[in-house]
């Protein structure tokens, strides 16, 4: 059976504010696209301005380069069709709009009806609604063209069916979230089964400041069988034919990337994220304060995985308090990972803090002021290298961490991004893990030694936090799924220890706000989903 229409799936990984660097892109897509044959080549939600524009979007100077970049892809658009999303400045307001081009030619735009307001999204404050289904005839099979939140929900779909379509093209900025691909594909397999016709989701790919797009493009038959799927984390083409037949148009082919273990999605994501931002950015490299723990040790891991041993420079920073082990363990990583690596001992820094303070100090028994003091020494030398050679500073702290405030401000929270800041402490024990399984990276004792920050004789996280196997569950109840503490206690916590964390919770919020950005993989990270106020009178 010949086929009715062969369609293009293009996955790119687009910089938010590039139009003209991302019409080139996109210009060079529609080149491979008809290079192979295909009727129409389909690209993400707003691939021309990139996801999430933000407030970009009110610059008098950015809707005129967003303008510039839709005419020269819309002179490249010859001998095939092109769907491609791009904001559209019409009517006094902007729409989130997908624009059909054909011939060199604008054929037709549809807008994108259902504007998400959640978790990481602000779609209302920039866009206005559309309203009502758009049908072109490529090949001979009816498109209606949709934008990812129009299909979270069934109406959009349905009236696309209504209006002629046979088959429905899904133009997506889709962050990546753990298990988030499972819920996009039982989505669309719903909308399929429920107006009887196949459809094509297209996804970015690539790191934006916080949020991570995983590409994970993937097609489904009429039934909501998934027929295709992209891979994960990386950009590609895809073309897929659809033929006809007695129901309508069906996919014919496809492969299926696979599926990912939620850990090695994670670490994918990270890695995606850093390699972006310091890309994204032109930094020549990173910098990375290693301190012999678990925390660090992961993030030196992803640091190369993502840039390459060569832009990793790794500085071990001993006070008094640093053990042999530590010593032993951060030396024998970076030589393991090939990174430059150094050592500056803080004992010189840390024994003048402490003279300059003595006067003040006196009478005043030591306590966390005599450890802050250390991790800001510590943050002082690692910026200070940072702003000398270039490189970005990557801060190593974690979830766990940041959500009790057991971290200090301008020190080893000083930094540029915070690679694992939503990752808690039980998922870095499993990324580390994982990735040792692929090849034995952090050594064995930094996983099995008991977590310390070693700024005290003797310290360990437990003298200052419940067992994270305790925490962390607490904290995921409360930031991710908004339980009360009467909820959080009926799982079976003590109510004194529920309290406690969540008061440590609310406490910390001003220093949260002081953080670097970093890699959101959780259906609530600490960042754009989460916006608690620092001055408050709520009592968990």
């Not at 301005?49 to 510039?68: K, N, Q, T, W």
């Not at 897929?240 to 850990?263: H, I, N, R, V």
């Not at 840390?350 to 005043?364: Q, V």
Request: proline letters at 6%.
């Amino acid at each position: 059976m010949a086929a009715a229409l062969r369609i293009a799936l293009a996955q790119l990984d687009p910089t938010v504010g590039d139009a003209p660097g991302n019409a080139r892109r996109v210009i060079e897509c529609i080149a491979a696209a008809r290079a192979r044959g295909a009727g129409l080549v389909v690209l993400p939600e707003l691939v021309l301005s990139g996801y999430p524009p933000e407030d970009l979007l009110f610059h008098r100077g950015f809707r005129r380069r967003v303008e510039a970049a839709l005419a020269s892809v819309t002179a490249a658009a010859t001998g095939i069709d092109v769907l491609l999303g791009y904001p559209e400045y019409a009517d006094g307001t902007i729409y989130n709009s997908a624009a059909w081009l054909r011939d060199g030619a604008v054929l037709a735009s549809y807008r994108k009806q259902a504007l998400p307001n959640y978790q990481v999204f602000d779609e209302k404050r920039y866009f206005t609604a559309g309203s009502g289904p758009l049908v072109i005839t490529a090949g001979a099979v009816p498109v209606a063209p949709l934008i990812c939140e129009d299909v979270w929900k069934p109406g959009p779909a349905a009236a696309a069916r209504a209006a002629g379509a046979a088959l429905g093209v899904v133009l997506n900025a889709s962050p990546y979230e753990q298990l988030k691909q499972r819920r996009r594909e039982a989505e669309l397999g719903r909308r399929a089964r429920e107006t009887g016709m196949p459809f094509v989701y297209v996804n970015l790919v690539g790191g934006q400041d916080e949020l991570v797009f995983d590409g994970r493009s993937f097609v489904v038959d009429a039934a909501g069988t998934v027929v295709h799927r992209a891979p994960a984390f990386a950009e590609s083409l895809d073309c897929l034919d659809f033929s006809d037949g007695p129901a309508g148009p069906g996919p014919a082919g496809g492969t299926l990337a696979a599926a990912l273990d939620p850990d090695e999605s994670v670490y994918r994501a990270i890695v995606t994220g850093v390699r972006d931002y310091v890309g994204k950015h032109d930094f020549p490299g990173v910098v990375i304060g290693l301190s012999g723990g678990i925390d660090s040790a992961l993030v030196l891991a992803l640091a190369v995985d993502a840039l390459g041993a060569g832009r990793v420079h790794a500085v071990m920073l001993p006070s008094r308090y640093t053990s042999t082990m530590s010593r032993e363990d951060a030396a024998a990583m970076a030589q393991g990972l090939g990174v430059r690596y150094s050592v500056i001992p803080i004992e010189g820094m840390f024994e003048a803090t402490l003279a300059a303070l003595a006067a003040e100090f006196a009478g005043r028994p030591p306590d966390s002021t005599e450890e802050n003091i250390q991790a800001r020494c510590r943050g002082m030398v690692l910026m200070a290298i940072s702003n000398k050679t270039g490189l970005m500073l990557l801060t190593t702290g974690n979830k766990s961490e940041m959500a009790v405030g057991y971290a200090t401000l301008y020190g080893d929270m000083a930094g540029g991004y915070a690679p694992i800041k939503d990752c808690s402490k039980t998922l870095v024990y499993r990324l580390a893990r994982w990735r040792n399984a692929r090849g034995a990276v952090i050594p064995q004792r930094v996983i099995e030694r008991p977590p310390s920050a070693e700024l005290r004789d003797n310290q360990l996280d437990s003298d200052s936090l419940p067992a994270y196997a305790i925490l962390d569950p607490i904290l995921e109840a409360f930031i991710e799924d908004d339980l009360s503490v009467d909820e959080i206690v009926a799982q079976g916590f003590e109510r004194a220890t529920v309290v406690r964390v969540l008061e440590l919770v609310k406490r910390n919020e001003y220093k949260r706000r002081q953080a670097p950005p970093g890699v959101r993989v959780s259906r609530r990270a600490f960042g754009r989903d989460w916006r608690y106020p620092i001055t408050s009178g709520y009592r968990p």
